[in-house]
């Protein structure tokens, strides 16, 4: 607990940031403490001694992993706690939802059987995206093309920071009240980390697909990654200005903030970079 109360401390201290701290002898424990105690009362403890008492009672729909779906499911096999999930037979969870079945018993005993720490490392990443879901409807196209430049210079950003460059651009757009979209995807002849790369592949799926709808939902992604120490230099186009200027814009913002340094159109009426670079892990701040 003092520990704990430390590193609350000190995240107060260097950004502002209230913050909550679960702990337990496994991630899945510590989770569900987090969201079940701490978020109340700041930070909270169970150990496996404890489980019956403290996580057995919680109603499915607030432990970690369980969805609405799986919540139904379980409610229709006569379970509604986590307790129930505990006391229900490791053969009939099996069998009804196979290998998620026998997770869900464990869990439910406190028994977590995934590692404490994931070396993100051994896993290469092979795209990197970014979404938006957006708070009203856009039909406009100068303020859904504002979107979308926005996001390409996210995804950009990203791929400079950990030195990779990509091949093919995925786009999507879904309209307003599930009506539907579109989600297609371009492949380049030379990999690149430039925001305009991204966004002119962009734009031009976007200008020969979409109908006019209203829309609600934009994603944009690079994939086909490798690293940038691989790009070939182009003997017809020397770009070595555009990515100076790329990776100065970059440094700029890391030091003095996401909103130190904008592109006009995220000052016009449709822009979202504004508020959401205020948010921290999706929340404002």
């Known amino acids: 607990m003092e520990v704990a109360q430390k590193i609350r401390s000190a995240i107060w201290n260097q950004f502002g940031l209230p913050s909550c701290i679960g702990i337990g002898p496994n991630r899945f424990i510590s989770k569900v403490v987090l969201d079940v105690y701490a978020k109340k009362q700041d930070i909270a403890e169970c150990t496996y001694e404890e489980v019956s008492k403290k996580l057995w009672p919680v109603p499915l729909r607030e432990i970690w992993g369980i969805g609405s779906r799986m919540e139904k499911h379980l409610n229709n096999m006569g379970m509604y706690t986590l307790g129930d999930v505990a006391n229900s037979s490791l053969d009939r969870l099996r069998k009804r939802f196979g290998v998620i079945g026998e997770q869900l018993y464990y869990h439910a005993w406190g028994i977590d059987l995934s590692p404490p720490f994931i070396d993100a490392r051994a896993f290469p990443q092979k795209s990197i995206g970014k979404g938006i879901t957006l708070l009203r409807d856009y039909w406009r196209e100068n303020e859904i093309l504002t979107v979308v430049l926005e996001l390409c ?19 999507s757009v ?19 980390n430039l925001t305009m790369d991204i966004y002119r592949v962009c734009k031009r799926i976007f200008h020969q697909f979409y109908d006019g709808r209203s829309v609600r939902v934009i994603h944009v992604s690079l994939g086909n990654l490798m690293n940038e120490e691989s790009l070939q230099l182009s003997l017809f186009e020397d770009r070595t200005k555009e990515r100076a200027l790329a990776q100065a814009m970059d440094a700029i913002r890391n030091r003095f903030g ?28």
Do not use: M
Not at 153 to 171: L, M, Q, Y
Not at 174 to 192: C, I, K, M, P, W
Not at 258 to 267: D, G, I, M, W
């Open 153 to 171: 210079e996210e995804v950009a950003k990203r791929a400079r920071e950990i030195g990779k460059v990509g091949r093919t651009v995925s786009f």
């Open 174 to 192: 879904r309209y307003s009240h599930n009506e539907g979209g579109f989600h297609q995807s371009v492949t380049l002849d030379t990999a690149t």
């Open 258 to 285: 996401p909103n130190a340094l904008l592109r006009a159109v995220s000052y016009t009426p449709g822009s979202v970079a504004r508020i959401r670079n205020r948010y921290i892990g999706g929340h404002q701040a």
